[in-house]
């Protein structure tokens, strides 16, 4: 084995790590179970705030299995760390391999309460509740050795009751997995939904507008307390064929003088994936657009806001888009710009790099991608 492929065995990822934590608490900390070679919190490359995570390098193996043992969930600046083997290979991470996933978790569940749940299975490489600024979102992913403890866990959780929460837990699919069997669903539809057809409506009307495209199964015309319609229901058809058809003919049609909207039934986490997708979509345009015409400026005088900042970049091109970090309302002497072409991007840097502009002179420079 090489001494690099041994001090990597010996690296540990601290994660869920508080903003103010520093490579000098860490190594406070990490060096009371060993000799530490090195430790990094990966910050920014714009800002250099810490994004909430770090690596610490250990001399010997055991010294790192030894903090992994007893620091994992520790407190640091009043916020819980999160050990676990520094895993560089992408593929262990994203082959799915003993890789579970966990939802409907009451949002008591915390990182240390997973791990404790579910490492009687066998030894677990990485587990993570999901939370956003209100707290737990009610899913987790915990990563086994082996896919033989991963089948354990599902066999034997799948279904448990926790915390009053019933479990589903299952493989872990990534996302073209995901969005295959989304598509899949989209062809094979039977269910279909239908509105704005006014409060006039009921289930008999509705039966009998859509039962020449095929067989229903079920009609549900949606009410309120008082059983007037909320204007729209589902209609569910025995074959997919029968559902399509009624879809293509019609959406769009005047039923009671209202243009209705037929289309597929979705369940809401369908919606949802489909709203991720398009938004996930639209970011990468934005940034496609964005890519190599994004500069950065630091050393900003505390008079220049944004409107002056486009004011003196303007001439070099078609700005999209201008931003100047702010803290309190005060500038914090730093911002972004960012304009339509690389060329007008080239042009300005090469102009305004090292300018006075207030009473300080400007250092300008590509935008990195973090």
Partial sequence: MSVE???RQASLYVGDLHEDVTENMLFMKFSTVGTVLSIRICRDLVTRHSLGYAYVNFLHVADAQKALDTMNFDLIQGKSIRLMWSQRD????KSGIGNVFIKNLDKSIDNK????HFSVFGKILSSKVMCDDQGSRGYAFVHFQNQTSADRAIEEM????????????????NRKDREAELQNKANEFTNVYIKNFGDDMNDEKLKEIFCQYGKILSVKVMTDSSGKSKGFG????????AA??????MNGRDICGQQVFVGRAQKKAE???ELKQMFEQQKQER???CRGVKLYIKNLDETIDEEKLRKEFSSFGSVSRVKVMQEEGRSKGYGLICFSSPEEASKAMAEMNGRTLGSKALHIAVAQRP
């Fill in 271 to 273: 919606r949802q994936a």
């Fill in 90 to 93: 992408s593929y262990l991470r």
């Fill in 158 to 173: 799948n279904g448990t009751l926790l915390k009053d929460c019933r479990l589903f837990v299952g493989p872990f699919k």
């Fill in 244 to 249: 399509k058809r009624a879809v293509d003919i």
């Fill in 234 to 241: 589902f209609v569910s058809f025995d074959t997919h064929e």
């Fill in 113 to 116: 309460t997973l791990y404790e």
């Fill in 287 to 289: 940034l496609w657009r």
């Fill in 5 to 7: 492929a041994k001090y």
